[in-house]
C-alpha cells in the first residue's frame, strides 16, 4: 500500500498543531493511499513540546502512524526537515511513496494533496511544487502585494539560476518520490529558511522537472507566530547565488506546464 510521508517541522505553534494535524489526517487521499506523520520539534519551550508528546500519543492510540523526534537546540526549519528526510529513508520507505513538507501553522491546505499527488500518480514528473500566486489567488491587500512581490523577485532569480519558470519557489509544498529523495537529501545542508531555494536548485542539478499545482492559502503574519524575515530573504539570495556554482546543474527539463486553478 502506498504511503504519503508528511514531514511537519514545529516550533511553539501549540494552537495550530493539533489542527493542522487533524486536517492532514483527514485529508482524502488517492485510493489505497496512506498518511504517515513525522513531527519534528526544533526545540520548543517545554511545556509545548510536552503538549505535543501529548498529542502524537493521542493520535498514535487512534490508530494513526506518527513518529516525533525532537532536537535538542534550536536549529532551524531546514535543520528539521532533514531530521524529517533522514527518519523517512532509514524507515525502509518504498520508491512509489512520496514525501511532502507540511507547516505546522494554518496557513496551507492539506486538502490539496491530492491535486499535488495526480502528477506523480499519473508519471508524469517525479516533484510538484505548490503555488500561492496567480488568478486562483489574486493579492487583495497592499500587504499581500508586498508578500507576494518580495516572493516574486526571489522566484525570478532561482529560475534564472536554475532554468525552472516557476512562479512560487518559496512555497512550502513541495512534494517528491521517495527515490528522487535518495538522490536530493546529500544536496540538502541549509539550516533554516534557506531550505526552499536549495531544495529547488538541487532538482535542476538532478534535472528533475517540475510542475507546479494552484493551491489554497491562508497567510498569517508575525503577530500570529510567523517566523521568516527579511535575513532569511537575504539568505535566500546568497543560497540562490551559491547552488548555481556549487557543481553546474544541469540543464533541466522546465516545468511541463502548470495545472489548471481550481
Not at 523517512?88 to 499535488?116: H, N, V
Not at 512581490?149 to 522566484?155: A, E, K, S, Y
Request: glycine share 8%; net charge neutral; aromatic share 6%.
Amino acid at each position: 500500500m502506498p504511503v504519503l510521508h508528511v514531514v511537519v517541522p514545529v516550533f511553539n505553534e501549540p494552537e495550530t498543531l493539533g489542527p493542522c494535524l487533524r486536517r492532514v489526517l483527514g485529508a482524502e487521499l488517492p485510493a489505497g493511499w496512506t498518511t504517515d506523520l513525522y513531527l519534528v520539534d526544533d526545540h520548543s519551550r517545554e511545556e509545548v513540546y510536552r503538549a505535543t508528546e501529548d498529542l502524537a500519543r493521542q493520535l498514535q492510540s487512534e490508530g494513526h502512524a506518527v513518529s516525533l523526534r525532537r532536537h535538542e537546540v534550536n536549529r532551524g526549519k531546514g535543520a528539521a526537515l532533514q531530521t524529517g528526510f533522514d527518519a523517512i529513508l532509514q524507515s525502509g520507505a518504498d520508491d512509489p511513496d512520496l514525501i511532502i513538507i507540511q507547516d505546522a501553522d494554518l496557513e496551507y491546505d492539506p486538502d490539496d494533496f491530492p491535486t499535488l499527488m495526480e502528477p506523480i500518480i499519473s508519471g508524469r514528473t517525479n516533484a510538484v511544487l505548490g503555488t500561492r500566486w496567480g488568478e486562483h489567488r489574486p493579492p487583495v491587500s497592499l500587504k499581500h502585494r508586498i508578500h507576494a512581490w518580495g516572493n516574486g523577485v526571489l522566484t525570478r532569480l532561482s529560475n534564472l539560476m536554475t532554468g525552472y519558470r516557476v512562479s512560487d519557489m518559496e512555497c512550502c509544498y513541495k512534494l517528491v518520490t521517495i527515490s528522487t529523495m535518495r538522490r536530493l537529501r546529500p544536496m540538502l545542508s541549509e539550516q533554516r529558511f534557506g531550505i526552499e531555494p536549495q531544495i529547488v536548485a538541487s532538482l535542476a542539478r538532478l534535472s528533475e522537472p517540475i510542475i507546479e499545482v494552484p493551491i489554497r492559502y491562508s497567510p498569517r503574519g508575525p503577530g500570529a507566530g510567523k517566523k521568516i524575515g527579511w535575513r532569511d530573504g537575504v539568505r535566500a539570495l546568497c543560497v540562490i547565488a551559491r547552488e548555481r556554482f556549487r557543481g553546474r546543474p544541469h540543464p533541466p527539463a522546465k516545468a511541463a506546464y502548470r495545472e489548471s486553478p481550481k
